[in-house]
Nanobody, 127 residues
Framework: QVQLVESGGGLVQAGGSLRLSCAAS????????TAWFRQAPGKEREFVLA????????DYGDPAEGRFTISRDNAKNTVYLQMNSLAPEDTAVYYC????????????????????WGQGTQVTVSS
């Protein structure tokens, strides 16, 4: 089993920045692809950004393009989501997810293709 815990959410002003963390326990992120999704009230869970197990490849969803970056530190078993130029429409619960063999998650924008999930962290952007 892989346990994931998100942190770093909170209330920020429009135009500001926030850095989210996803820490793994039980096992590490080594050998696993990782992604961030978000879900706003009344909306479907939305793909944001993914990073391959070694950090060599990234997959940017529409919300992340030009504003967000993803990185990982396997020594700390942690993946980060740096969010800049935040806007009220970014308000959502942000989740991290892990993709294990047979790696159905990588290349997919569907939440069901990813294997493990954290509980989420709330991000609220005020105008």
């Amino acid at each position: 089993q892989v346990q994931l815990v998100e942190s770093g959410g909170g209330l920020v002003q429009a135009g500001g920045s926030l850095r989210l963390s996803c820490a793994a326990s039980g096992r590490t992120f080594t050998g696993y692809n990782t992604a961030w999704f978000r879900q706003a009230p009344g909306k479907e869970r939305e793909f944001v950004l993914a990073i391959s197990w070694n950090g060599g490849s990234t997959d940017y969803g529409d919300p992340a393009e030009g504003r967000f970056t993803i990185s990982r530190d396997n020594a700390k078993n942690t993946v980060y989501l740096q969010m800049n130029s935040l806007a009220p429409e970014d308000t959502a619960v942000y989740y991290c997810a892990a993709d294990i063999p047979p790696f159905t998650g990588w290349g997919s924008r569907l939440p069901g293709a990813w294997d493990y999930w954290g509980q989420g962290t709330q991000v609220t952007v005020s105008s």
